[in-house]
């Protein structure tokens, strides 16, 4: 049996955070990961480039069914420029995109490459081909794996959420909670595409591949998003939809509005009275196939003229505020991240240690910290894992 002072479950990117500032600290580190290589979702991230961090953390762009303000402290302690600074130091080309999400120029490669040297540099030790068997605790931890027992006074879950099962996930970190008596949020996919009912893909799945610029939100809970959204031959994709589905429960209707920021109700009427038909008019600000479609499905399309006040107003109403009913989401395979997991309430926002167990940590996915897409959840995977590995 290897006796350290630190154990770490996971080999992701809060894990490895978390075993580097450790490590530094002095503190000896021992690293289990159950595949075969490390950082397997940096490396998958991003289209294989990585969106590392936001330049933008806050956190009200972190969804918890706990305080709103748990992930403050963590986040505060480590920020974006923080983790930005460690790349530029390995020589990391990257650049901004859209709404400061930042990327590397080359490869996802690199950020895992970076994390274990530095991990390798501060002396923390990585263990593949670790597959946890049994968690104990006696005076210490003693982790049982197929590589051996490991004892130590601090065991850290950074095992994630269970979106990508292709790469091997596990509900592991969720039964170490409940093992040690710490309540576990039901996990449920997050960041996924939505699929039509059979209805509404007959009427819009020959749309697939069309992008319009929406505003979305889940009817019952969470803010607005505007960006785009992508039709499929299954349903709803896109940034907005993505971003929607995190705050929608199953059973929930979605609502698009169709020209974010106008008034259609006041569009229309600018137009009414012409021969033109109302699909046609609307082709003006949206794609063609688009507005035949909705009109199939959710206003027939007639000439302006024959359209009274109130059919107008009803048919801007539902361009502003189309409601539809999803069948369900895409489900792990496709969602990007885990919405759930262990309740903030059982953790200090502080160092991320179990009030009930001391010693034991969740960090990064497998807490009920949720961020929006775009760099929010690799910026939580290194906060929490820093604010961890300051205490061990």
């Not at 996802?108 to 040297?117: C, D, F, N, R, T």
């Not at 269970?162 to 592991?172: D, I, K, R």
């Amino acid at each position: 049996m290897k006796s350290v002072d630190v154990i770490i479950a996971g080999g992701g990117a809060a894990g490895l955070m978390c075993a580097l500032t450790a490590a530094r600290r002095g503190r000896s580190v021992v690293v289990l990961e159950h595949g075969a290589r490390l950082g397997n979702k940096i490396l998958i991230s991003g289209g294989g480039r990585c969106n590392f961090t936001n330049l933008h953390v806050e956190a009200r762009h972190y969804l918890t069914q706990g305080s709103p303000d748990f992930c403050k402290s963590a986040l505060a302690r480590f920020q974006p420029a923080d983790f930005l600074a460690m790349v530029e130091q390995h020589g990391i080309a990257w650049h901004e995109k859209k709404l400061g999400q930042l990327f590397c120029d080359g490869s996802s490669k690199q950020i895992v490459a970076m994390l274990e040297s530095e991990c390798a540099a501060a002396g923390a030790t990585m263990v593949l081909g670790a597959a946890v068997q049994d968690v104990r605790r006696e005076a210490q931890f003693r982790v049982a794996t197929s590589q051996g027992e490991f004892k130590g006074a601090s065991l850290v879950i950074a095992t994630g959420g269970l979106s990508f099962p292709q790469l091997g996930v596990s509900p592991l970190g969720y039964r170490v909670a409940e093992q040690f008596g710490l309540k576990v949020i039901p996990p449920r996919p997050g960041l996924a595409p939505l699929v039509f009912h059979p209805e509404d893909a007959k009427a819009f799945g020959e749309l697939s591949g069309v992008s319009v610029d929406v505003s979305i939100r889940a009817v019952l809970a969470g803010p607005a998003f505007r960006e785009n959204l992508l039709f499929t031959h299954r349903g709803l994709s896109g940034p907005a939809v993505l971003q929607a589905s995190s705050y929608r429960r199953e059973g929930e209707e979605i609502v698009v509005d169709l020209l974010p920021g106008r008034s259609a109700a006041a569009l229309l009427n600018q137009e009414r009275g012409v021969s033109r038909e109302l699909k046609t008019v609307l082709s003006q600000w949206m794609p063609q196939r688009v507005a035949e479609a909705w009109c199939r499905r959710q206003f027939p399309s007639r000439p302006m003229s024959r359209l009274s006040h109130a059919e107008i107003r009803e048919a801007g109403e539902r361009l502003n505020e189309w409601r539809i009913q999803p069948a369900g989401d895409e489900g792990y395979p496709k969602a990007e991240v885990t919405v759930g997991g262990v309740d903030t309430a059982e953790l200090s926002s502080k160092t991320l240690e179990s009030w009930r167990v001391p010693g034991l940590y969740f960090i990064g996915e497998v807490v009920d910290v949720t961020g929006w897409l775009g760099g929010y959840n690799f910026q939580w995977a290194w906060a929490s894992g820093h604010a961890a590995g300051q205490r061990v």
